[in-house]
Every structure is written in structure tokens, then in C-alpha cells.
């Protein structure tokens, strides 16, 4: 799928682009910021919406990609949405994923990665809080 080689192939895009930052030119650094700031979803636009975030041309843009070892933007998309996928597949990012800053169990619990039993008020109840199920 990507034209990686050696360590590479099994790093992250945002790994490549931090690792190969001092390899880029100054605009390349503008979309690799950009990118970063945004990650992933600052690259799964055009390369036209990427570039105008970035500050630059659509050109370096593309050159940015080929730069990181992708044979194209398209590519370099697939590699976002895999990311995504695998992340979203992961049972580690999904009870991550399962507290939202917009919803009411949005604070964490020192015991579990977020609160079960929201408390009407935005907050959540404590598993002694909350009422014992019916039988």
C-alpha cells in the first residue's frame, strides 16, 4: 500500500512527519503544523483545503506526501482513514473514544475511563450513587 521503507513501515503519518520534520522545506513545515494541529482530519480534505489551512500551494502539498513516502495524496488519505480505522477498532480508543467532551459523562472517573450513571446535572453519580438495578 505505501511505498515506506524500513522503520517507517509500521509508524503512524503523524510518527513519519515528526520524524522527518528537519528534512522538509519551510512550506512543507507549514503543512506538516497544519496537519498535526488537525490530525487526522486536516488531510482527509483535498489537498486544496489542506493547503489553504497550511498557507500554501496545493503543489506543496503534494509535495509534502512525497515527501513522507506515499506514491500520492490518495494514498496518503487511505493511510488516514486506516489510522482512523484501526484506532476506532482498538479496545483501548473505544472506551476512550466513548467520553466526548458534549456528552453529560464527560469527566472521567479515577476508577474507570468515564462515569456510567450521569446525574441529570451534567456530572456523574458514583457506582455507590447510583440505584441498585430492579430485580
Keep these: 500500500m505505501t511505498a515506506v521503507t524500513g522503520a517507517g513501515a509500521s509508524s503512524s503519518v503523524a510518527e513519519r ?7 522538509l522545506s519551510a512550506g512543507e513545515r507549514k503543512v506538516a ?5 488537525h490530525y487526522p482530519s486536516a488531510g482527509l480534505g483535498s489537498t486544496h483545503e489542506l493547503a489553504q489551512r497550511a498557507g500554501v500551494s496545493a503543489l506543496t ?4 506526501v512525497a515527501h513522507l513516502d506515499f506514491d500520492g495524496y490518495k ?6 482513514r486506516d489510522e482512523v480505522q484501526e484506532r476506532r477498532a482498538s479496545p ?3 472506551s476512550a473514544t466513548a467520553c466526548t467532551s458534549t456528552s453529560p459523562c464527560a469527566t472521567p472517573r479515577p476508577a ?5 450513571t450521569p ?3 451534567g456530572g456523574c453519580r458514583s457506582s455507590a450513587d ?3 438495578p430492579a430485580s
Design 92 to 94: 483501548l480508543m473505544a
Design 17 to 23: 512527519i515528526r520524524s522527518r520534520m528537519g528534512q
Design 61 to 64: 502539498v503534494v509535495r509534502f
Design 33 to 37: 503544523r497544519a496537519l498535526l494541529a
Design 130 to 132: 447510583a440505584s441498585p
Design 112 to 116: 474507570s475511563p468515564c462515569c456510567s
Design 75 to 80: 494514498q496518503f488519505q487511505q493511510a488516514l
Design 119 to 121: 446525574d441529570g446535572r
